[in-house]
């Protein structure tokens, strides 16, 4: 629901970060105790806001950072909810979910709900409101063809209004405000991740996947690398056998000039654009080395690259030969 380009948040707070470049404002609730207000305790993130405003991604997002979530959660049942994330001993410590008009009660009784949220010790309760301008989430909804929840029998624009001027009570004890007009999907997600106390849990998963083309190109590359055009061990005798693991083949490799020239640039390519794959919310990143039959210079140099990532923060390298049974 969400596309465009531009700044991704805005409202009354000063707080402020940097994302890509981008200024992205923080709010504080007006009635309700904003940022400074806020307790240690486990995260008990509530979405709410506009239909169209992009909840939906957000709180897929969330659940990429490690959160358990609930989508249109009945309000009564929301304490509920906080009190066993609290005696879960541990199971459940960080918890996000998605209320708003699309249930009945949601508007009279969630004010009281959240106060009670407010009060409980070790809960660290957090109210996030999403909107975006009228002309926004009226081409949203023409594009989707979805009915809006307050207007079945209406237009979209007429639900929009109406459900702007029911929520403003809501979005009132808002701890964070965030205008999605001009957000993609990546610098939504990106607001999250930096809303997230764990850092750590926003983790890039990078594959490192040797392959023979002689057996097929893998469908699931994100990245792709030939490795076809250096020296190959195959028409040594000595190495036939042996794999891209075996010293004999790594030093083969390593002596020829190309070959290291190649495997550098290779090297310092990969190093230069995973951090950006990091920034963008990626969760899975498979970079692909083919040779011809996948046993030898597309091995050998799959684990060269693992080595020199090893040291990037926030992401996971592993390797996986695909082809190295292959004789």
Same mark, same amino acid.
């Given at each position: ?33 904003? @940022? +400074?207000? &806020? ?6 993130i509530? =979405?709410?806001? *506009?239909?169209? !405003? ?29 009190k ?27 004010p009281?709900?959240? @106060? +009670?949220? &407010? ?7 957090? =109210?996030?409101? *999403?909107?975006? !301008? ?27 209004r ?48 040797s392959?023979?083309?002689?057996h ?61 794959y ?50």
């Amino acid at each position: 629901m969400i596309a465009g380009n531009g700044r991704s948040a805005t409202g009354h707070g000063r707080k402020t970060a940097r994302h890509k470049g981008r200024k992205v404002e923080g709010h504080k609730g007006s009635k309700a105790g904003g @940022q +400074k207000g &806020r307790r240690s305790g486990n995260p008990f993130i509530v =979405l709410t806001g *506009l239909s169209g !405003s992009g909840k939906s991604q957000a709180i897929r997002a969330l659940e990429d950072l490690g959160y358990f979530c609930v989508d249109n959660l009945p309000t009564t049942l929301i304490p509920t909810l906080a009190k066993l994330s609290l005696t879960t001993g541990g199971d459940i410590t960080k918890v996000a979910i998605v209320v708003d008009v699309r249930e009945g009660g949601f508007l009279s009784s969630f004010p009281t709900v959240f @106060q +009670k949220l &407010r009060k409980m010790p070790r809960l660290n309760p957090i =109210l996030i409101f *999403l909107e975006a !301008s009228h002309a926004t989430l009226v081409r949203r909804f023409s594009e989707t063809r979805r009915p809006h929840p307050l207007a079945p029998d209406r237009s979209p624009a007429e639900g929009i209004r109406d459900e702007r001027e029911r929520m403003n009570v809501i979005r009132q004890l808002a701890d964070e405000i965030v205008d999605t007009s001009d957000m993609t999907v990546h610098e939504l997600r990106q607001f999250f991740m930096g809303l997230s106390r764990d850092r750590s849990a926003a983790r890039l998963t990078i594959t490192l996947l040797s392959f023979g083309f002689k057996h097929g190109v893998p469908l699931d590359a994100d990245l792709m690398f030939d490795a076809r055009c250096l020296p190959n061990p195959h028409f040594v005798p000595a190495l036939r056998r042996r794999t891209g693991r075996d010293r004999a083949v790594v030093d083969f490799m390593e002596r020829d000039t190309l070959s290291r020239a190649f495997m550098d640039r290779l090297t310092e390519y990969v190093r230069y654009v995973v951090p950006f794959y990091i920034a963008e919310g990626k969760s899975y990143l498979t970079i692909a080395i083919g040779c011809t039959g996948g046993r030898h210079r597309s091995v050998m140099i799959a684990e060269r690259v693992r080595k020199a990532l090893a040291d990037i923060s926030n992401a996971r390298v592993r390797v996986r030969h695909r082809d190295i049974a292959h004789t």
